[in-house]
Nanobody, 122 residues
Framework: QVQLVESGGGLVQAGGSLRLSCAASGSEFSINSMGWCRQAPGRQRELVASLTSGRTTYYADSVKGRFTISRDNGQNTWYLQMNSLKPDDTAVYYC????????????????WGQGTQVTVSS
């Protein structure tokens, strides 16, 4: 059973930064797609950023230039560096992974973390 554990959420003022981490364990398969999604109250889940083993990245328009997804070389750990945070970024952030290479913009991951709250105050 694959487990994904997020960390790094919290409360930050607008304009500040946070770094989220996701550690995967228990997978007998290589993780070839990893991503971060978020969901705010009353809103649909949104794919924020994704990365494949082929180093293809995807970013939602709302976070381009502010967020960066990265992965530890050879490790099942990936990150979301969030800069210039805005109150609209407030949401529960979930990391996700899949053994397949998903198409850019897809959030159809097989494995999900439990979520970490990010709150940006104005």
């Amino acid at each position: 059973q694959v487990q994904l554990v997020e960390s790094g959420g919290g409360l930050v003022q607008a304009g500040g930064s946070l770094r989220l981490s996701c550690a995967a364990s228990g997978s007998e398969f290589s993780i070839n797609s990893m991503g971060w999604c978020r969901q705010a109250p009353g809103r649909q889940r949104e794919l924020v950023a994704s990365l494949t083993s082929g180093r293809t990245t995807y970013y939602a328009d709302s976070v381009k230039g502010r967020f960066t997804i990265s992965r530890d070389n050879g490790q099942n750990t990936w990150y979301l560096q969030m800069n210039s945070l805005k109150p609209d970024d407030t949401a529960v952030y979930y990391c996700a992974a899949d053994k397949w290479i998903l198409r850019a913009g897809s959030d159809e991951y097989d494995w999900w973390g439990q979520g970490t709250q990010v709150t940006v105050s104005s």
